[in-house]
């Protein structure tokens, strides 16, 4: 894992902000994927910066979105579908029809999951999949667990996730119970990750990451077997 340490999110922001435009130079039709949270609003306020400028443009770009809660309407303030057209795809030249997110209101989660799934293969992958981290090690809502899904499905969210999330809710009782989430197979069919973490609460979570183990109850210890992942986290996870 490659490690590049900033110190403050400005620069966090910044770095992985490069990182995307660099890819988006290189192939003007990449498929990203692309986290929700706190940790990525910085990156998605440089993409407009550096879109806004004339430095980059998205009318190629294809995204796909790590997960959504389930269930809730895309118009619902709290959905991450809202919170990308809200950070992102509202400030950018990108062909909403090529914006995805699991779809919070699909009748039938299971389906939705597969439907999800086969769309990221017809796709060809992704190239560059931004992730943040849970503090208790989730990536997407991959939650701590003996086993770990590969693909696409719908998930219970953990009393820890719950709480966390609850910070943008009225109370923890609106945060919904479950979620559609990406896979740790579909995470994997990234070519490269860039994962990023910044605060002293991500600690514990990056640091059961960096002691080269993998374990499931802390699942993005799974990403110290992709060939091709960069941690860019603030120096205080570190310390
Ligand atoms: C969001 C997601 C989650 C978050 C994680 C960290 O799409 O998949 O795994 O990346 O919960 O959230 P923040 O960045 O709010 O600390």
């Known amino acids: 894992m490659n490690i590049i340490v900033c110190k403050s999110y400005d620069e966090m922001s910044l ?11 290189e192939k ?24 806004k400028s004339g430095e980059i443009s998205f009318k190629g770009v294809t995204t ?18 809202y919170f990308m057209d809200h950070h992102l795809f509202d400030h950018l030249d990108i062909d909403k029809a090529n914006t995805h997110v699991p779809d919070g209101t699909a009748a039938d989660p299971a389906a939705e999951a597969r439907r999800y799934e086969e769309r990221i293969t017809d796709l060809g992958g992704i190239d560059l999949q931004i992730l ?13 667990a003996q086993r770990l899904m590969l693909d696409t499905h719908i ?14 809710f009225a109370s923890p009782n609106d945060v919904p119970r479950q979620a559609l989430t990406m896979g740790i ?21 990056v640091r059961a990451m960096l002691e080269r183990t993998v374990d499931t109850a802390f699942p993005a210890t799974i990403l110290n077997l992709h060939p091709n992942v960069t941690l860019i986290c603030t120096a205080d996870v570190l310390e």
């Open 15 to 25: 770095r992985a902000a490069q990182m995307v435009a660099a890819q988006m130079k």
């Open 28 to 51: 003007p039709c990449s498929v990203i994927g692309l986290a929700t949270g706190s940790t990525p609003e910085g990156l998605y306020r440089q993409l407009v910066n550096m879109y």
């Open 64 to 81: 796909i979105n790590l997960d959504e809660y389930y269930p809730i309407a895309p118009a619902n303030d709290q959905s991450y579908r």
């Open 132 to 144: 943040g981290i849970g503090r208790n090690g989730h990536v997407g809502f991959n939650e701590p």
């Open 155 to 168: 998930t219970d969210l953990t009393k820890s996730t719950i709480e966390a999330n609850s910070r943008f």
């Open 185 to 205: 197979g579909s995470i994997f069919k990234a070519r490269r990750i860039i994962i990023m973490a910044s605060g002293a609460n991500k600690k514990d979570a």
